[in-house]
């Protein structure tokens, strides 16, 4: 199966050439296997704080895995497709960069509606954010952060 690769830029000089790849897997390869590929390939560029987060995303689904670069952990388990799935439905995904854990906690804070300074969540809305997955997210945002 061919899955076709891009990223978002890290800065003014990472915008002279892009950043789509075509790569080539095998049928049964994993999410794992695709980031040990990109990451042999140099995908993801070097940046100065390495302490990144790179969330991998598709035309349907917003966060497919997360990859912390000060850690080298991913995250995954927030989409129930697997990559021939994804491959199949539109052979594309997508990298966005976070400049830190705090910046991507954020996010997924403002994809829920829930105000992160507040000190109770509102509930239904908290709930959504468990149920999707999101509170391991959040918890590893935060042992990155102290």
């Known amino acids: 199966m061919n899955i076709e690769v891009n990223r978002e830029s890290v800065c003014a000089g990472d915008d002279i050439v892009g950043h789509k790849k075509v790569y080539q897997l095998v049928n049964n390869a994993t999410y794992e296997d695709l980031f040990n590929i990109l990451k042999k390939d140099h995908f993801f560029p070097h940046v100065a704080?390495?302490?990144e987060v790179w969330v991998m995303t598709s035309k349907h689904y917003w966060?497919?895995?997360s990859y912390y670069t000060k850690t080298g952990k991913i995250l995954t388990g927030l989409c129930e497709k697997s990559l021939k799935d994804i491959c199949a439905s539109s052979g594309k995904v997508f990298f966005e960069?976070?400049?830190s854990p705090e910046k991507w906690k954020k996010r997924i804070y403002e994809m829920y509606n829930?105000?992160?300074n507040a000190i109770i969540f509102d509930g239904g809305n908290y709930r959504s954010l468990v149920n999707d997955g999101f509170d391991k997210e959040i918890k590893y945002c935060?042992?990155?952060?102290?």
């Open 49 to 51: 704080s390495d302490n």
């Open 63 to 65: 966060c497919i895995f």
């Open 97 to 99: 960069y976070y400049s």
């Open 114 to 116: 829930i105000d992160a």
């Open 142 to 146: 935060d042992a990155l952060m102290k």
